[in-house]
C-alpha cells in the first residue's frame, strides 16, 4: 500500500517485488511497475502474494541515522497512540486537508462505540480501550466519516484496509 512517514515512503527503497498469483504462477515486478502513489500500489488492484521484496538502501553515517531513528520514536511516542491497540493511521491524509483536524474539530475526539475509540491523543486513529470487536470499529468508521461529511463537506477515505465481510 506503499507506507510511508516523515516524507518517505516505502517506494523510494523498493527494487523488485516477487509475488504468486492465486493460481501459483510467479512474478517478479520491477519498482517502475509497482503503479506506486499514494497509500496504493498495484497490489490494491490485483490480487498477489508477496513472497520477497528486496530493499536498495544507501549508506549513511551510523550515528546519523540512529539520531534520526530516536526523533522518529520520540515523536511517535509523544503525537500518536502507540501505548494502545490499535491497526495504526486509519485515515488518509485528505488532497486539501488534515483529517485528524478535522475529526477533532467535528467533536469525535475521545467519541466511542463499545470500546472503539477516536483516539484522544490522534485524532487520525481509532484505538481499542479493551474489547472492541470490528463491528465496532466499522460502526465507529462511519460514524466519523459520516460526520465529517456532514460538518465540513469532505470524504475521508480509510488508511487500514478491511478484508473480509462487513
Known sequence: MNAGAHGKEIKDIIKT???????????EFLKEELEFDYRTSRFKKEKYIITEVTLELQKGNKQEIKEK??????YR????PIEMPSAGSTFKRG????TAKL????GLKGYRVGDAEVSVKHSG???NKGNATAKD???LVEKIQKTVYEKFSKKIELEIEVIGEK
Open 17 to 27: 517485488v516477487k509475488c504468486v498469483d492465486y493460481q501459483g504462477n510467479e512474478k
Open 69 to 74: 531513528m530516536e526523533q522518529y520514536q520520540a
Open 137 to 139: 470499529v466499522l460502526a
Open 95 to 98: 488532497a486539501d486537508f488534515i
Open 103 to 106: 475529526i477533532e474539530e467535528a
Open 77 to 80: 511516542k509523544e503525537k500518536q
Open 125 to 127: 486513529f481509532v484505538v
